[in-house]
C-alpha cells in the first residue's frame, strides 16, 4: 500500500509545480508585435487621448470601466470598455499583431473545442431594453449586437498567417466582468470575477433573451469571440493579427486576447485524486 508519506510528498511536488507553472505563465498576450492605427481611431472624450494605445491588448480584459461620473461602471454586454486606456482601435486600413509567449495549442479538452479567445467592446442592443425614462427594463430582451468588424487572423509563426472566416475580432460575445450583476449599468464592481479563460457556448443565440438569461447563459464565462485553432490547421498559435480594410464601415476595439483553460486542468485533476486517496487512506486507518 503507498504510505502517507510518499502520497503528502506528491501532493507537495505537484502544488509546487503549480505554483510555478501559474507565476511562469498566463493566459493572455504577452507582447505587441506590430500596432498600425490606421484613421479614424477617435479620442476619448474624457482625456481626448487617442485610442493608440496598443498595449491595453494586453493582460486580462477589462471589468470596470471609467466611473460612474464618467458614464462608466462594471463591464457588462450593456455597458462596454471605452476609455483610450483600456481599449485600442483599429482604424481604417489598421492592424494589430500581439503574440504569447506560452503558445496557445490545440487542446481537446476546452469548452467546445475553442481554445482561443478575443475580446472587443461590442454590445448588445434591444428595442425594449429601457422605460420610457431611460432608466433600465429588466424585462427587456435583446435583438442583436453592436459589432464593429475586424478580421482575425493566426500564427504559429509569426510569418504565415491564417484568416479566420465567418467570425469578427469586436463582436459576440460581449464582455461580462462579474456573473453577479443585475443592473447592466451598475456603478460598483460585483463580487463574483467571471472567467476570462471560459469561452461562451458558441449555440448561445442571445435574441429574445433578457440580460438575466444571457448572463445565466453565459455559464460563468466573461465572453468573447471563441475559435477553435485546430479547424484552421493549427495545432498551435503564437500570434494573432486583427485587421481592419480601408471602406470597412467600421472601427473595431479590441481589449484583450485570452489561451481558453482546459476542464479539468490535468493537474488539478491529479491533485484532487491525490487528495482524495489520501483521505480515503486516513479514514481507513482511523477506522481501525
Keep these: 500500500m503507498i504510505s502517507s508519506r510518499l502520497i503528502l510528498s506528491l501532493v507537495v511536488l505537484i502544488t509546487l509545480n503549480m505554483h510555478l507553472e501559474s507565476r511562469a505563465a498566463d493566459p493572455w498576450a504577452d507582447n505587441v508585435v506590430q500596432y498600425i492605427?490606421?484613421?479614424g481611431i477617435g479620442n476619448d472624450f474624457v482625456t481626448g487621448d487617442p485610442y493608440s494605445d496598443a498595449s491595453t491588448s494586453l493582460g486580462e480584459p477589462t471589468r470596470f470601466t471609467s466611473d460612474a461620473a464618467n458614464y462608466g461602471g462594471a463591464v457588462t454586454p450593456l455597458q462596454s470598455a471605452f476609455r483610450a486606456n483600456e481599449v485600442v482601435s483599429i482604424g481604417n486600413g489598421g492592424s494589430l499583431t500581439v503574440s504569447f509567449d506560452?503558445?496557445?495549442?490545440?487542446d481537446p479538452q476546452n469548452p467546445f473545442g475553442i481554445d482561443l479567445l478575443v475580446f472587443g467592446n461590442s454590445f448588445l442592443f434591444g428595442d425594449d431594453i429601457f422605460n420610457p425614462?431611460?432608466?433600465f427594463n429588466p424585462a427587456g430582451t435583446f435583438t442583436g449586437v453592436a459589432s464593429e468588424g475586424g478580421v482575425v487572423e493566426l500564427s504559429d509563426d509569426g510569418i504565415n498567417f491564417v484568416l479566420v472566416t465567418g467570425l469578427e475580432g469586436d463582436g459576440l460575445y460581449p464582455i461580462n466582468a462579474y456573473d453577479d450583476i443585475v443592473d447592466p449599468f451598475a456603478t460598483v464592481a460585483g463580487s463574483?470575477?467571471?472567467d476570462f479563460t471560459k469561452p461562451v457556448d458558441p449555440a448561445l443565440d442571445i435574441v429574445g433573451k433578457t440580460f438575466a438569461e444571457v448572463v445565466t447563459a453565459y455559464n460563468g464565462s466573461g465572453g468573447g469571440a471563441g475559435i477553435d485553432i485546430g479547424a484552421?490547421?493549427?495545432s498551435q498559435v503564437t500570434h494573432v493579427r486583427v485587421s481592419n480594410?480601408?471602406?470597412a464601415g467600421f472601427i473595431p476595439e479590441i481589449d484583450g486576447f485570452a489561451?481558453?483553460?482546459?476542464?479539468p486542468e490535468p493537474s488539478t485533476g491529479l491533485l484532487g485524486a491525490l487528495l482524495a486517496s489520501l483521505g480515503m487512506m486516513f479514514r481507513r486507518r482511523t477506522s481501525c
Excluded at 102 to 106: G, I, L, S
Excluded at 259 to 263: E, P, Q
Aim: proline share 8%.
Design 37 to 39: 492605427s490606421g484613421t
Design 102 to 106: 506560452e503558445p496557445v495549442t490545440d
Design 133 to 135: 425614462d431611460w432608466s
Design 192 to 194: 463574483v470575477p467571471s
Design 232 to 234: 484552421w490547421g493549427l
Design 245 to 247: 480594410a480601408i471602406g
Design 259 to 263: 489561451d481558453v483553460s482546459a476542464v
